[in-house]
């Protein structure tokens, strides 16, 4: 589904993502973990499509596809989705209007004909019951006067109503008491099948006792310094980075060692 | 983002004005210039009664005497009025019995602006009065008014069938003393809508005015009043555009409404005047004065506008909270762009004890405009308890135009309370990103954006005015992102 070969990006001349190698298959969930700084938001947000970051080396291919030839919103028609790790507000569009907007953009894509009001409240009010938020929310505008837990609750309903093939939750974990870390994990349990991928971005293990990632890897310095499964993001927690900056410096000094 | 801006920044100063067409009827008009004579020459042809060309006569005489102010925040160019048509009528006189009568052009031209002048067409039940460059063409639904007792028809006819309401009322809340243009719009008005609502009426549907300008060279003077007897309501709408002319037409209209004991009046505007070209070239000088006074007690006046035409706007509808707990509110989105200016806001004059105010002004700039907010709150003495609460905010999209608030306050009452909100912003990059992010283009980002500022203005709205205004918002800021 997605294959980043030797990604590099830098932003005012600094060099944030330093190489990336990375492959998501259909059906797999992958977790990135690592340090504050390493890269990790970048990387999102340069799958995402944001012009701020400039991309000076390598691909991103996405379904066969030259994944950075396309604008923001093609990306997203064609199935991508970023859980922005700090959510944008816009006053006075209601969030139903901004989402009946989104929906309908994703079926012209697929040239399909828009949702009738009521269909669209419908299925509204079937994903707002997957990721148990308040039924008011959608009156509100765009995550004008959220909490921070009502906003990470609004952008996994967000991926609820527009399905995408590749999801990429940033921190969506972050800053959430631990019910409403359980409602966002559950949400994207349910929403997981075999044709569709999952990215998550996270600081701590935690969120991954919901979540059970295929694969963990660490992004260190604007590299993937190392790959593992499930057992790995407990070795993280308990020994925290120290060791793989330790190990990765070393290594970037040619030395091959193990701590 | 700035390669994208660029390029939707084009596109948007490539945009079409819609309604700038012109028509291909026969036209009378008077020559150029202004003097006594034309004065006299207009009230001549208006078939008026002695009264009416002393109180012109007397404008005419007073105006000669003033300066234009220099005052507001707008670069206008000189006026040549001697290089102006102040009179202009299609040539087919104005008194139709049946729709068959009128000009097959100039319905036809209705039909392109989507104005129903045919009244089994209509369906939304407005009744509309229509003003083509100096002379009302037809009223509908007024035999329907009449039933109610409700007067309803175009200022001329109003000079000769109720001389002695328009003798009582015209000029009582824009003297011709007022100002320059309101001097100069009771020399030479041409028409206008004039509408009475009697005692306790409540007008069952929306009136409503298009004014047109077709010839050129010519100015439009037109002249609007409104009376809401005791405890009477009635809500009335204005549209206006313009043929795209390569010189600037001057629009100097003036607009009283008096609202007696318990009376409401809501009066709306959607001015789309042509604007001009891209290069500021053309489009029409909008000089307006528009004024309300809640002379009962209990009365309530509310402004609502939606300004997006014109090369210069230079208005500030206001109230006058002459009764005790009368009630004034202005709403109002002011959009400029290419070489657009705007002076714009409003006057709220609060003279009766527990008077209240609201002002809600969204300001959005682009191109190379200038969109300036001017708002007065004045509490006079005897005031006892009076509120105001204003809201003026400004949007900015791209970095070459400019949003200033002048807002203007004096209070003569410790009792008053006054707020005032304002804020600027621009179209953060960050929103339309998040916008794309789920699918919807930068285009149509901007639209939803805009549309969710502007939505406390266009909720006032009448129904179909607010679909109206709302598409009319779109096509003047086609992309134009900050």
Same mark, same amino acid.
């Given at each position: 589904?997605? $294959? ?14 330093? &190489?990336?190698?990375l492959e998501v298959k259909a059906g797999e969930v992958h977790a990135i973990m690592g340090p504050n700084g ?10 995402? &499509? ?71 409240? $419908? ?17 509100r505008s765009v995550n004008e006067g959220f909490s921070g837990g009502e906003k990470k609750k609004n952008e ?89 900056? $330790? ?10 060692v193990k701590i | 983002m700035s390669e994208i801006q660029d390029d939707i920044l084009n596109e948007v100063t ?49 105006? %000669? ?26 040539? %087919? ?211 609502? %506008? ?84 204003? %809201? ?91």
């Amino acid at each position: 589904m997605l $294959k980043i070969t030797n990604l590099r990006t830098s932003i005012n001349g600094k060099e944030i993502l330093k &190489g990336i190698d990375l492959e998501v298959k259909a059906g797999e969930v992958h977790a990135i973990m690592g340090p504050n700084g390493s890269g990790k938001s970048t990387l999102a947000s340069v799958l995402a &499509g944001r012009d701020i970051y400039e991309v000076t080396e390598g691909t991103v291919e996405y379904e066969g596809e030259d994944l950075l030839d396309l604008t923001p919103e093609v990306r997203a028609r064609k199935g991508i989705f970023l859980g922005f790790q700090y959510p944008i507000e816009i006053p006075g569009v209601s969030m139903a209007s901004f989402l009946r907007t989104a929906v309908n953009e994703h079926r012209k894509f697929k040239a399909l004909a828009p949702l009738s009001a009521s269909d669209f409240l $419908k299925i509204m009010r079937e994903k707002k019951e997957m990721v148990e938020i308040d039924s008011n929310l959608t009156n509100r505008s765009v995550n004008e006067g959220f909490s921070g837990g009502e906003k990470k609750k609004n952008e996994i309903f967000q991926m609820a109503l527009l399905e995408p093939k590749l999801a990429i939750l940033d921190e969506t974990d972050s800053g959430l008491d631990i019910d409403a870390l359980r409602i966002v994990a559950n949400g994207v349990n349910k929403l997981k099948t075999a044709e569709n991928a999952t990215i998550v971005i996270t600081h701590y293990q935690r969120l991954l006792d919901y979540i059970v990632p295929d694969f963990v890897h660490v992004l260190y310095n604007g590299r993937i310094v190392k790959t593992g499964t499930k057992e790995l993001a407990f070795e993280l927690e308990e020994r925290g980075y120290d060791w793989i900056k $330790k190990e990765s410096d070393l290594k970037l000094n040619g030395e091959d060692v193990k701590i | 983002m700035s390669e994208i801006q660029d390029d939707i920044l084009n596109e948007v100063t490539s945009g079409e004005y819609k309604y700038g067409f012109v028509s291909d009827i026969d036209t009378e008009t008077i020559p150029k210039g202004l003097n006594e004579d034309v004065v006299r020459l207009i009230s001549l042809k208006k078939n008026e009664p002695e009264f009416m060309l002393e109180f012109r006569l007397k404008a005419f005489r007073f105006w %000669q005497t003033m300066k234009m102010p220099k005052w507001p925040h707008l670069k206008i160019p000189e006026i040549n009025y001697q290089d102006i048509i102040f009179y202009a009528a299609p040539r %087919q006189q104005a008194k139709y019995a049946s729709l068959d009568e009128v000009d097959p052009e100039l319905r036809a031209t209705f039909d392109k602006l989507g104005i129903p002048l045919d009244e089994q067409k209509i369906l939304s039940g407005v009744a509309v009065d229509v003003v083509m460059d100096s002379i009302s063409v037809k009223t509908t639904f007024k035999e329907t008014l009449a039933e109610l007792g409700i007067i309803f028809c175009s200022m001329s006819e109003a000079v000769k069938e109720y001389p002695d309401l328009v003798k009582k009322y015209l000029g009582t809340v824009v003297p011709y003393t007022d100002n320059y243009f309101a001097a100069l719009n009771s020399a030479v008005f041409s028409d206008g809508s004039f509408c009475y609502i009697p005692k306790g009426v409540r007008c069952p549907m929306e009136l409503s005015t298009y004014f047109r300008i077709n010839a050129a060279n010519t100015g439009q003077f037109e002249r609007t009043l409104l009376i809401a007897d005791d405890e009477s309501y009635v809500s009335y709408l204005e549209g206006c555009t313009a043929p795209m002319r390569d010189e600037n037409q001057l629009h100097a209209a003036v607009v009283e409404l008096i609202a007696m004991e318990r009376a409401e009046i809501k009066y709306s505007t959607v001015q789309n005047w042509y604007p001009g070209d891209k290069n500021g070239k053309g489009g029409i000088f909008n000089f307006v004065t528009k004024r309300g006074i809640c002379k009962g007690n209990y009365s309530k006046i509310s402004w609502t %506008q939606v300004e997006t035409g014109s090369a210069i706007t230079w208005k500030y509808p206001s109230c006058i909270l002459r009764g005790d707990h009368t009630t004034g509110e202005f709403y109002s989105v002011a959009v400029t762009n290419n070489y657009q200016q705007a002076d714009t806001g409003t006057k709220m004059m609060h003279i009766g004890k527990n008077s209240k105010s609201r002002i809600v002004s969204k300001g959005i700039s682009a191109g190379r405009s200038n969109n300036s907010y001017r708002g007065l709150v004045k509490v006079m003495k005897n005031a006892e308890n009076a509120r105001n609460f204003s %809201q003026c905010d400004s949007l900015l999209l791209g970095s070459k135009c400019g949003a200033h608030t002048f807002p203007y306050i004096e209070v003569d009452n410790q009792t008053a309370k006054i707020e005032h909100e304002a804020t600027t912003s621009k179209i953060g990059e960050d929103q339309i990103f998040y916008c794309n992010q789920r699918g919807i283009s930068t285009e149509d980002a901007v639209g939803l954006i805009v549309n969710g500022y502007v939505r406390e203005v266009i909720n006032q709205l009448p129904m179909e005015f607010a679909v109206e205004a709302q598409k009319l918002l779109q096509i003047s800021l086609e992309g134009s992102v900050g």
